[in-house]
Nanobody, 117 residues
Framework: QVQLVESGGGLVQAGGSLRLSCAAS????????MGWYRQAPGKQRELVAR???????VYKISVKDRFTISRDNAKNTVYLQMNSLKPEDTAVYYC???????????WGKGTLVTVSS
């Protein structure tokens, strides 16, 4: 059983910043990928950023100059620092963990980020 718990969402004005956190617990393989996805109104869930346990990261192109993903492997925690937020960043942000021989995906319940104009 793996559990992911997100925190840090909220309401901010355009240009503001938020930092999201996600802590994973349970039977977690040391080699894994943790990341953030989001689902905006009327859109499909999409990758925002992800980072492997070895430190390599990938970003959605539209956020790569504004968002920074980081993680603490000892705590099985991943963070997303979001700067220069735009109204189009408004979405429910979901934490994701991918690990295990079969590449199983685990999901948090999501945290809402609302950016006002």
């Amino acid at each position: 059983q793996v559990q992911l718990v997100e925190s840090g969402g909220g309401l901010v004005q355009a240009g503001g910043s938020l930092r999201l956190s996600c802590a994973a617990s349970g039977s977690i393989f040391s080699i894994n990928v943790m990341g953030w996805y989001r689902q905006a109104p009327g859109k499909q869930r999409e990758l925002v950023a992800r980072m492997a346990s070895g430190g390599s990261a990938v970003y959605k192109i539209s956020v790569k100059d504004r968002f920074t993903i980081s993680r603490d492997n000892a705590k099985n925690t991943v963070y997303l620092q979001m700067n220069s937020l735009k109204p189009e960043d408004t979405a429910v942000y979901y934490c994701n963990l991918n690990s295990g021989p079969s590449g199983m995906d685990y999901w948090g319940k999501g945290t809402l980020v609302t950016v006002s104009s």
